[in-house]
């Protein structure tokens, strides 16, 4: 079946620690992006990747890192200079046309990170 | 002003009623609308899209959309307790520069009560 996994289910981080949530997508969808929710808000855009081998900052970036080194595959790492980093974190992606699209995003399972 | 402005609710409505949820954005250029449901501890599942102004039905939902208030609503007939959900409106943005955004509402609570 098509979709986006994402993984691990649940995780957590020590202090001063640097940890990776993995997305993985079998769409062929170009556009992949990631998203951090709180209890009781909305969706917040950390980062985002149009293509393979480039992303842009989302609104909330400081604190994050990704790579796009496959099509399938767009990593986050929370770095320890985000100092709270406990929310549930949504992958989610998107065909690409020409430079833009309209069509909408679907989204992982979500991971959700917690602070020991 | 918020890009995007929901309701939180809840709102709370007796099994077989319309629920009517809404939503109102600030980006006059916003190109395409997408409603989202989401259970709790869950990730958001795409339940409508509507591109131009009017109505579009799809099973029990139907959204609306008018530019010209900047607002856009679904109506869920016929309320049944699974559509229990927190209910996201999210607006496209194509960007001047190439690319698009996707801005989300922080979303209304439904409940629909027995």
């Known amino acids: 079946d098509g979709g986006i996994t994402q993984s691990p289910k649940y995780l957590f981080r020590k202090e001063g620690q640097n940890v990776t949530l993995s997305c993985e997508q079998n769409l062929n969808h170009d556009a992949m992006y990631w998203y951090r929710q709180d209890p009781g808000q909305g969706l917040r855009l950390i980062y985002y990747s149009q293509i393979v081998n480039d992303f842009q900052k989302g609104d909330i970036a400081e604190g994050y890192s990704v790579s796009r080194e496959k099509k399938e595959s767009f990593p986050l790492t929370v770095t320890s200079a985000q100092k709270n980093p406990t929310a549930f974190y949504l992958c989610?992606?998107?065909?690409?046309?020409?430079?833009?699209?309209?069509?909408?995003?679907?989204f992982g399972d979500g991971t959700r990170l917690s602070i020991l | 002003q918020k890009e995007v402005e929901q309701n939180s609710g809840p709102l709370s409505v007796p099994e077989g009623a319309i629920a009517s949820l809404n939503c109102t954005y600030s980006d006059r250029g916003s190109q395409s609308f997408f409603w989202y449901r989401q259970y709790s501890g869950k990730s958001p599942e795409l339940i409508m899209s509507i591109y131009s102004n009017g109505d579009k039905e799809d099973g029990r939902f139907t959204a609306q959309l008018n530019k010209a208030s900047q607002y856009v609503s679904l109506l869920i007939r016929d309320s049944q307790p699974s559509d229990s959900a927190t209910y996201l409106c999210?607006?496209?943005?194509?960007?001047?520069?190439?690319?698009?955004?996707?801005?989300f509402g922080t979303g209304t609570q439904l409940k629909v009560e027995l």
């Open positions: 989610a992606s998107t065909g690409w046309a020409g430079g833009w699209s309209n069509q909408p995003q679907h």
């Open positions: 999210a607006v496209n943005l194509i960007l001047t520069g190439g690319g698009n955004k996707l801005t």
